[in-house]
């Protein structure tokens, strides 16, 4: 017995030995030569790091080892090796890094994107109260918002007054306002658009902004300089931010909980969360209105750069506008726009829909998780890394997707697509695992009416300067999200349309 026992103990770490050996053993996946103390830091400062990444997959394969000044930097290239590390391991890989800058100076240390796995029961909360307002069950409840919003778009989008930039924040402010705080927008002069708005602007191209690796990210012991210090000027800035992102998290809480109080509240993520009762635990209340917040946050860029792509999708591929505008006036007839009622009888437009999230891949590469130490088919993912999924790269992967540069929805027609979990974009554009996006409901039906309506009551075709029809020039603006500058192109409403009879 006794005999038996030493065996396995002996076994057992003799086991162990050995896998903390092959660990030790275990190369670094291959990458970019390092410069001594700054790694690849100088590198990864480019502005749009995402592209560099596709640079580096291109060389190196589908994993790759980068290190911005000792922090290491794992880079996923592939579809299955993302779902075997984020999905199926998904505990070792739903931390994320610590950023002093943006969790501790600018106080973003609520927001569900930037919790870790230190402050779990957090981000488990959270997700649950996402879960309720955004689940399957909660959206039927946003509908009508949803077909409200969507005849302003169509208005905007084919008036001289505002850009389709404008048209389209104003669009995805007033879905998300609505559905978060249960508030209507009626102007682009509303005062929670622009609270909002500049927590987003701030967060994404200020705090987070690629090109801007903090100095007190990599030696954090320089949190604790005075603000007046000289060089200490992003503490400066910092209160500046924090100011800004407390604002917007508080300001449209606060009135929503109001507007519940008064009994005149609408359907809304607030509403579902607090009943008609608003008096919440203190724990409870912070957890929502960061939640609320968080999910603005994740729902606006990522939004307008799937409508951008959709818009520019149809000024690049004519056919396909012609052909679903085809489908709608058979399926629905010309007389009213399309509802969700009309959907299982639009294959083309869902095929269509996917196809822009595909081709327009609105986060091209996913946001920074932090892994354990780990073992890939070989290779060793030291502890801290921060891992990315590089989903541009699963975006355009050849095997899976003929001529992956062109937008073409028939490659999801007559394909069981949704029993094909590699080929299923919607299994990669939203992240895998723990953290996956909780916004992915939402956008199969918000983005789903945008694309049905427009299509079926607006023409677009690229701008004529001097009768020739230019070729649309963009530029891409945001470090994160697909966004462009100069998206510019001739939307008309359809010939037999009537918008204000709609
Ligand atoms: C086309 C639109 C969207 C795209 C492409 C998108 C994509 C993503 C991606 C790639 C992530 C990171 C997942 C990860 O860390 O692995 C994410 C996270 C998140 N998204 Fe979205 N998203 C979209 C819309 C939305 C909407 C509409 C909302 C809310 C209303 C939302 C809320 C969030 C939140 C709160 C997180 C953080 C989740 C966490 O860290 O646990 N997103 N999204």
Known sequence: MLDKALIGFLAGIAFVLVFLRRKELAPLPPGPKPLPLLGNILQLKEKYMWKLAVDWYKEYGKLVYANAAGIPMIFI???????????????????????????????????????GTDDAERVLRQRRIMKKAL??????????????????????????????????????SSVTLSILYGHQVVSSDDELVKITGEAAEVLSNKIAAGTKVWAVDILPFLRHIPAWFPGAAFKRLAAEWKAVLERSVNVPYERSVEEIRQGRAVASAVLISLGEDPKPSPEYDLDLRWSLNAMYLGSIDSSIAGLENFILAMVKYPEVLKKAQEEIDSAVGRSRLPTFS??????????????TLRWGCPVPLNFPHLSVEDVYEG????????????????SRDERLYPDPEVFRPERFLGHPYTEDKAFNPWNYIFGTGKRK???????QSSLWLVIARVVAALDIKPKVVNG?????????????????????????????????QL
């Open 342 to 355: 009309d959907r299982s009888s639009l294959p083309y437009v869902e095929a269509m829909l996917t196809e």
């Open 379 to 394: 290779y060793r993912i030291p502890k801290g890394s921060y891992v990315l999924g590089n989903l541009w790269v699963m």
């Open 77 to 115: 290239n592939d579809f299955q090796a993302n779902e075997d590390l984020i999905n199926m391991r998904g505990d070792k890989y739903a931390d994320k890094p610590k950023m002093v800058m943006l969790n501790e100076l600018c106080g973003g240390k609520y927001i569900l994107a930037f919790i």
């Open 437 to 443: 996006c909780p916004g992915v409901h939402l956008i």
């Open 135 to 172: 689940g399957p069950g909660a959206i039927p409840s946003y509908e009508l918002s949803m077909e409200t919003s969507t005849r302003q778009l169509l208005l905007d989008l084919t008036s001289k007054k505002t850009t389709i930039e404008g048209a389209l924040l104003m669009y995805t």
């Open 468 to 500: 020739v029809p230019i070729e649309v020039n963009l530029k891409e603006k945001n470090a994160f999200f697909r966004m462009y500058d100069g998206l510019e192109c001739e939307i008309t409403t359809r010939a037999h349309v009537n918008l204000d």
